[in-house]
């Protein structure tokens, strides 16, 4: 039993993170209380982004090596864009981030994830 508590495992722990996070996420915007919905969204989207990441580096080849991080940032950025549907996200990612060497696919994610949440339904701000 301690072998399994030494070495857990990163994909099922961000998988379970990201569950948990998005149900009470959702109870939380559901209740008639005034509740942040940025930094939420925010974190679930750096899990995906970081899940993806990793999923990615395990199915390349081992002399390619994939920053997971990366993913962590660009997935962060498109979900809360395509929540609130402001490419502001993106100012701030930098901002947050103080790199620049992620903004052609930040900015790629955060328009897309826009546009999307554009075509399908309101903003969560406009409902």
Request: a neutral charge; proline letters at 4%.
């Amino acid at each position: 039993m301690a072998a399994r508590w030494s070495h857990p495992s990163l994909r099922i722990n961000l998988a379970i993170y990201i569950v948990c996070k998005f149900v009470f996420t959702s109870v939380a915007v559901g209740c008639p209380i005034s509740c942040g919905m940025f930094t939420p969204v925010f974190l679930i989207g750096a899990a995906v982004g970081r899940l993806y990441g990793e999923l990615l580096n395990d199915l390349t080849p081992i002399d390619m090596m994939i920053t997971a991080g990366g993913y962590a940032v660009v997935g962060a950025a498109a979900m809360a864009a395509g929540v609130t549907r402001t490419v502001s996200t993106a100012v701030i990612v930098f901002e947050l981030t103080g790199q620049l060497n992620h903004m052609l696919p930040v900015l790629v994610a955060v328009l897309i994830a826009t546009g999307v949440g554009n075509a399908c339904n309101a903003s969560i701000y406009d409902t």
